[in-house]
């Protein structure tokens, strides 16, 4: 899916929301987990079903899947094969590693699997990102500033005048690239997103860190909003274990609509209509 | 594999040596691509059992087996029940993310794997380190000044009178993790090695870069040695693609052999011996 198909499915929906898989077996509902072959798949397919018309995007995070093991990594594959290209995809994976390593990650994620995007950590330097930035319609997603509280650690170490996250964006951000690169931005620090859009006025931004987390949409898009919407935002763990019994699909679907009804209301506000 | 024995290990073969197992279908010999059943698996077979002797870790980097798909992980899997506590293994998955992500990849590496021990990048922060800390038997590693000329863009920034580097290795190298805590530095820059003694005398290095890369084994021992050996140098295309024909293996043995006779000589020079 590229940079325009994307706007259009945004305004389409009027909604920027990205739904995460993060499906961990011992969390799903009794009933799917003790009866289905594949319960995470099952419960996946019941979450997209639920979803699907209040979400632009859905992220598997790929530990969730890695930690069942190879039966974990088929239940991913026929996740993504069921979205079959209805909506935009991440692989949450934070992959980073020197030239020929990277291009088979890029192999990988964007071929064997059919991702859009993956999530890519930058330590390493460029050179680690320039083999996925071959696959011209893949999506490379850089993390910046993230929204666990380590971020202070490291990312928000100043060097002369910018944190380490600003060196990220500056290298990353160029305006070829934005059809190309997102960023990872926590919802948990807002007040950087201004910050942020000096450096990064037109690359859409993923948002994680939204509800469990404890961030605010509305603080988000403050500052985060561009005139393309430019932000995705992802909420995990309040969607998909909404609910716990056999209703959880439509527990899901009702918070799915909930945040998609604050994001039309933003969209409008900010005059980002289809 | 412990601290006392993985330095009992070095000290009873003489050498430091990791095998990375960067198994590439395109590269194996054709007599095995052609006819196994498994021919990831059967390659790792014949490099492991050619080469035990000479070295004392195995390094599988699991961007050539997601490459392939379940069928690769499936392989990865068998090549570490193979090698069934036999050496010292390391995923070089560069994972890093958040704590309740971090504790599914330490599940994943350390439990359904069975790995001692997994390449982890640092930028999120100490707090995504810190869930693989708690599995006490089993290792972190680190990375803190990589090999690839991207090294350059963040590693090496200056924050006051450090590296990035250095802060990372500050943050992670205390008295009490150096039993639990590698840090990956490259080969090709063995200048900066006495820079990471300095802040980390105890701590394993994993150390890529030799053959391929251009990193020399003494100038990385001068300054990397400590009176454990604290070294383990990695070399991948160099063994595993030593040959191309029916004599792979004796190829990839005669290569490990040759490097583990250079450690030899260094450590009865530097006076480690068993």
Same mark, same amino acid.
Not at 29 to 36: D, N, S
Not at 54 to 76: D, M, R, T
Not at 107 to 134: C, R, W
């Given at each position: 899916?590229?940079?325009?198909? =994307?706007?259009?499915?945004? !305004? &389409?929906?009027?909604?920027?929301?990205? @739904?995460? =898989?993060?499906?961990?077996?011992? *969390?799903?509902?009794?009933?799917?987990?003790? *009866?289905?072959?594949?319960?995470?798949?099952?419960?996946?397919?019941?979450?997209?079903?639920?979803?699907? +018309?209040?979400?632009?995007?859905? !992220?598997?995070?790929?530990?969730?899947?890695?930690?069942?093991?190879?039966?974990? =990594?088929?239940?991913?594959?026929?996740?993504?094969?069921?979205?079959?290209? &209805?909506?935009?995809?991440?692989?949450?994976?934070?992959?980073?590693?020197?030239?020929?390593?990277?291009?088979?990650?890029?192999?990988?994620?964007?071929?064997?699997?059919?991702? +859009?995007?993956?999530? =890519?950590?930058?330590?390493?330097?460029?050179?680690?990102? /320039?083999? %996925?930035?071959?696959? *011209?319609?893949?999506?490379?997603?850089?993390? #910046?500033?993230?929204?666990?509280?380590?971020?202070?650690? %490291? /990312?928000?170490?100043?060097?002369? /005048?910018?944190?380490?996250?600003? !060196?990220?964006?500056?290298? $990353?951000?160029?305006?070829?690239?934005?059809?190309?690169?997102? %960023?990872?931005?926590?919802?948990?620090?807002?007040?950087? %997103?201004?910050? @942020?859009?000096?450096?990064?006025? +037109?690359?859409?931004?993923?948002?994680?860190?939204?509800?469990?987390?404890?961030?605010?949409?509305?603080? @988000?898009? &403050?500052?985060?909003?561009?005139?393309?919407?430019?932000?995705?935002?992802?909420?995990?763990?309040?969607?998909?274990? #909404?609910?716990?019994?056999?209703? $959880?699909?439509?527990?899901?679907?009702?918070?799915?609509?909930?945040?998609?009804?604050?994001?039309?209301?933003?969209?409008? /506000?900010?005059?980002?209509?289809?």
């Amino acid at each position: 899916m590229n940079y325009q198909q =994307l706007v259009g499915e945004i !305004k &389409r929906k009027q909604s920027f929301l990205c @739904v995460g =898989l993060d499906t961990d077996l011992k *969390k799903i509902p009794p009933h799917i987990r003790e *009866k289905a072959d594949d319960p995470v798949f099952e419960f996946n397919k019941a979450i997209i079903d639920a979803t699907l +018309d209040y979400a632009i995007a859905y !992220k598997p995070n790929l530990a969730f899947y890695e930690a069942l093991g190879v039966e974990g =990594l088929k239940s991913l594959e026929k996740t993504i094969q069921y979205i079959n290209s &209805r909506a935009f995809t991440i692989a949450d994976a934070k992959r980073g590693d020197i030239g020929n390593t990277a291009e088979m990650y890029a192999h990988a994620f964007y071929n064997q699997y059919g991702f +859009d995007s993956i999530t =890519l950590s930058p330590y390493m330097g460029a050179d680690t990102v /320039e083999p %996925f930035l071959k696959h *011209k319609d893949k999506w490379s997603i850089i993390l #910046a500033l993230t929204s666990n509280p380590g971020a202070d650690d %490291f /990312e928000m170490l100043k060097i002369d /005048e910018d944190y380490l996250f600003e !060196k990220i964006l500056k290298t $990353f951000s160029t305006a070829a690239t934005s059809q190309q690169v997102m %960023f990872v931005v926590g919802a948990t620090r807002p007040q950087y %997103f201004e910050i @942020v859009r000096k450096h990064a006025p +037109d690359n859409f931004l993923l948002v994680p860190g939204i509800g469990a987390q404890g961030g605010s949409l509305e603080e @988000v898009c &403050r500052y985060g909003l561009n005139s393309n919407t430019g932000l995705i935002v992802n909420s995990s763990r309040q969607i998909i274990y #909404a609910g716990s019994g056999t209703d $959880f699909d439509e527990k899901a679907a009702s918070q799915a609509k909930q945040i998609q009804q604050q994001m039309k209301q933003i969209l409008v /506000e900010f005059k980002i209509t289809g």
